[in-house]
């Protein structure tokens, strides 16, 4: 062995070993993340809480079936809100990392991409409201809509459509993560358009009423007003303020797109649009470049994939545009959703051998971008991809600076909360 192949093999050595201690770091990290919102509870006034309290109490509403389920459960046996669904949360966090983590370990992936839009932000889970128990929805349905694209049962097409349709009841936004893709697949596959929207006609209707009812001011009073006999134990009702989603409901769609405006652009537009485009550059780069452990050699190399991820991580984060303009202004929660449905979907269409369509169009920009990254060899090295890691720039708006890093983040919780 020459001089140069054993440097070589030391500095692939160096980074297995780097890569390793940083995951172990990052487990810690999303273990204090789930702690954390155990520790500090949200509440009810908080979005975090009253996101799960908007129930059916003033009419059907949009995201109204869990807080009716929620309040229902309290009219059988009173209990605090906040714990139920802080446990809700945390299951589906902890269901949410096993799946992602047996993905991964299939491909062989570092772990370090399926943590970091997570570890980065360095929040609590209750920020994410309802975005784990979604994303393990997506999960099956993705499973399903693609065993059906495999043996052609339509058992398995009724089951998914049945859990598209339940998501977007639940949280309507998860629409243009599950139907864009799957609708296209469909049509790809029997080539009419018609059949197709009437295929995924109840997902659509599911999506046009929650548009339509969207909540008003008349509702806000009776939601809240329904919570009042089962949380004036737990606080001083009289100064508890109505929940800030519930309050959301009131809003006309002009004051909503003005409200996302404000708090993303209004201080500093161009600021805040180039760190949002810097964020997705480096997302996209982390997502596509994720390094492949092999344990027995205690080596890291380039992922193999890419072309294919690229085109997965590139469709979802184009049909999110609506969350990423006026609809949202949520970016920390917006991103990982786009980042984790295409790692989802890249597991099933390999999973069930399925050649996924996403447009002409998308696959040759996403061809040609990943030819950009391909032609400048820095890319390609596992040491930029762990300090990019380390310095990712994330937060749960925008704009995320330099010092929006899991460092920072780190030391700043340790410091708060632990010092």
Not at 109 to 120: D, E, K, N, Q
Not at 181 to 190: D, F, R, T
Request: proline fraction near 3%; glycine fraction near 2%.
């Amino acid at each position: 062995m020459n001089m140069t192949t054993r440097k070589m093999t030391s500095n692939i050595n160096q980074a297995y070993y780097a890569n390793k201690i940083l995951t172990i770091v990052f487990i810690a990290i999303i273990c204090f993340i789930a702690l954390y919102s155990f520790i500090y509870i949200p509440d009810y006034e908080s979005y975090q809480i009253s996101d799960w309290m908007i129930n059916y109490e003033g009419g059907f509403v949009r995201r109204g079936l869990m807080g009716q389920l929620l309040l229902s459960a309290n009219t059988i046996h009173t209990f605090d809100v906040r714990y139920a669904i802080l446990i809700i949360e945390l299951m589906s966090y902890i269901l949410f990392f096993y799946l992602l983590f047996r993905i991964f370990n299939k491909y062989k992936w570092s772990l370090l991409g399926a943590m970091y839009p997570i570890a980065c932000s360095t929040t609590s889970i209750a920020v994410y409201r309802r975005d784990f128990m979604m994303l393990c929805l997506c999960y099956f349905s993705y499973n399903y809509f693609f065993k059906y694209l495999s043996n052609n049962k339509s058992k398995f097409l009724l089951i998914s459509i049945i859990l598209i349709s339940i998501s977007i009841i639940i949280y309507e936004p998860v629409f243009f993560v599950l139907v864009p893709v799957l609708l296209m697949q469909y049509w790809n596959k029997e080539k009419n358009i018609l059949k197709s929207l009437c295929i995924f006609s109840i997902p659509l209707l599911c999506m046009m009423f929650s548009c339509i009812f969207r909540g008003n001011a008349e509702q806000v009073d009776d939601i809240w007003q329904s919570w009042i006999p089962y949380i004036s134990q737990y606080v001083d009702i009289d100064n508890e303020n109505v929940g800030l989603a519930i309050q959301f409901l009131g809003m006309t769609n002009k004051e909503v797109f003005a409200m996302h405006y404000d708090i993303t652009f209004a201080d500093n537009p161009l600021l805040a649009a180039t760190t949002l485009i810097i964020v997705f550059i480096l997302a996209y780069y982390l997502c596509t470049h994720i390094p492949i452990v092999d344990k027995y050699n205690k080596s890291i190399t380039p992922n193999k994939d890419k072309y294919e991820l690229s085109k997965f991580i590139c469709f979802q984060l184009l049909v999110q545009l609506p969350m990423f303009t006026l609809l949202s202004c949520d970016y920390g929660r917006t991103i990982p959703i786009s980042l984790y449905t295409a790692f989802f979907i890249f597991h099933f269409s390999k999973e069930y051998r399925i050649n996924l369509y996403v447009s002409n169009i998308i696959n040759k920009a996403s061809n040609y971008i990943m030819n950009y990254f391909n032609s400048h060899q820095i890319f390609g090295n596992v040491w930029v991809y762990i300090v990019v890691v380390i310095f990712f720039p994330f937060h749960t708006f925008v704009p995320s600076l330099l010092y929006d890093n899991v460092i920072i983040h780190s030391l700043e919780k340790i410091c708060k909360y632990i010092l």
